[in-house]
């Protein structure tokens, strides 16, 4: 399911799906959409954020047209102990990862993965990033 913002509407609530992962979207172009995410983080439940929620960066192949610094996005996967994903959806083979990632991610946060839980995986994430 996608929103372009949150809080979702409250109608049709009972009929809404468990959340089990939440990817927040950034366009690096427009500064709207860092914005957007920021102003949507804050009715997101704490308890999301121990393994249920990543960034996905997208337009990334373009640097000449940032809009947003990285160090902005990174600061924000750092303050949410989330993970940042790059990629550059024009690019099939690029895209392809990206989407097996982010359903493996999924596949983890679901709780369909014996032995993984997401908070377990976002530990594993992040010291193979600090490293």
Partial sequence: HLATSLPLPSE?????PRIDLIVFMIDIKS?????????????????????????LVTG???????????????KLGEAYCSPVLYCELELEGIRLATAQRLLRMLQICAGHIPG????????LMRNADDD
């Fill in 12 to 16: 049709r609530h009972h009929l809404r």
């Fill in 60 to 74: 990334v192949g373009r640097v000449n047209a940032c809009s947003i610094e990285t160090n902005a996005i990174c």
């Fill in 31 to 55: 500064k709207y959409s860092l914005k957007n995410v920021q102003t949507s983080l804050a009715h997101v439940d704490a308890s999301f954020f121990l393994g249920k929620v990543c960034f």
């Fill in 116 to 123: 993984v839980s997401a908070l377990s995986f976002v530990s």
